[in-house]
């Protein structure tokens, strides 16, 4: 099979990340199998002039649909040229062999999308502050309960991902009103995606390829309990979100094994390391689903209208005690 051609799709929205956004857009040109990449801004003015006046020999445009990482990733797809678009997070910084690994996943039959591992960076003061590898997806990596090998799965994560450019049109790209918007810790839009792709086509394939890696920044704020407790409530929404969306039975599939099986056996884990940080990633666990279980009953109850459009989630729909 010829190798298809590729647009890697970054998007930005604050100049806080500009030292993160360059490396992130370096590391995507040296990508062998690149084609193309494109910087899509979202609805930041001075972020735009300042990212084509650094790039001026890549696309980079201004998100043409809503403010969010939706419509930034849609206005990313339409523009591309590519047969595959690979998604890159402004805060992740690619390995060399990335793409060539995703490429190389989509080859197989039936394989529409394919996502990599993100392996974190923490600030070098905190380290992984009050983490257990269980925990690695409330700052977007790849955590303790995912697939260790290649293989199919439900859903990718979203700083490191690829898919067919025609399945992601046909799909009608991803939803607004889910996902992230600015610094608001929503979540969901690629997970909501690939089950929207797996029902349409129950032949279509998702596929988890751990030999791509991207380094994920965590940064400082990211690595306090307040921000635990933050992502986690959000994350409930999320899926109270996605489960009116697709069905409660696929879009939370995959959770039900995490919360019955992989984070019980953390807990009792870190229990048992008390005085060796272990309390304090007892206590991150517990936080984390008792916010996500919160979460989710606050968004059921307002049957998602909290996240239905780009603006802020009101603070009075907020648990005692989130910030």
Request: glycine share 10%; charged share 20%; aromatic share 6%.
């Amino acid at each position: 099979m010829s190798v298809p051609t590729v647009a890697v799709v970054i998007c930005a929205y604050t100049q806080q990340r500009w030292g993160d956004l360059q490396d992130s857009v370096e590391s995507a040109k040296r990508q062998p199998n690149a084609t193309e990449v494109v910087v899509v801004i979202d609805h930041e003015p001075e972020l735009f002039l300042r990212a084509k006046a650094r790039w001026p020999e890549l696309l980079v445009v201004e998100n043409s649909e809503d403010r969010g990482l939706s419509g930034a990733r849609n206005t990313g797809v339409a523009l591309a040229e590519s047969e595959v678009v690979a998604f890159l997070d402004d805060d992740a910084t690619a390995d060399d062999d990335w793409l060539a690994h995703l490429v190389e996943a989509l080859s197989l039959p039936d394989v529409v999308g394919v996502g990599g591992r993100a392996t974190p960076s923490w600030p070098t003061a905190t380290g992984a502050g009050p983490y257990p590898d269980e925990l690695l997806w409330i700052v977007g990596c790849s955590y303790t309960g995912l697939p260790t090998e290649p293989g199919d799965v439900r859903n990718v994560i979203g700083s490191s991902m690829a898919f067919r450019r025609d399945v992601l049109l046909a799909a009608g790209g991803f939803r607004s009103g889910i996902g992230r918007v600015g610094n608001q810790p929503l979540g969901c839009e690629e997970t909501e995606l690939c089950i929207r792709i797996a029902q349409a086509d129950p032949t279509a394939r998702i596929r988890f390829e751990p030999r791509s890696n991207v380094s994920h920044r965590v940064s400082p704020d990211r690595v306090a309990m307040r921000y635990v407790r933050r992502r986690s409530y959000y994350e409930g929404i999320s899926k109270a979100v996605l489960s009116r969306r697709v069905g409660a039975k696929d879009s939370l599939s995959s959770e039900s094994t995490y919360l019955t099986k992989v984070l019980p056996k953390a807990l009792f884990r870190e229990l048992g390391r008390l005085g060796r940080g272990g309390g304090t990633r007892a206590v991150a666990i517990v936080t984390c689903v008792l916010g996500t279980v919160t979460g989710y009953a606050v968004g059921r109850f307002l049957g998602g209208v909290v996240v239905a459009s780009p603006t802020p989630v009101p603070v009075a729909v907020q648990p005692v005690g989130a910030p």
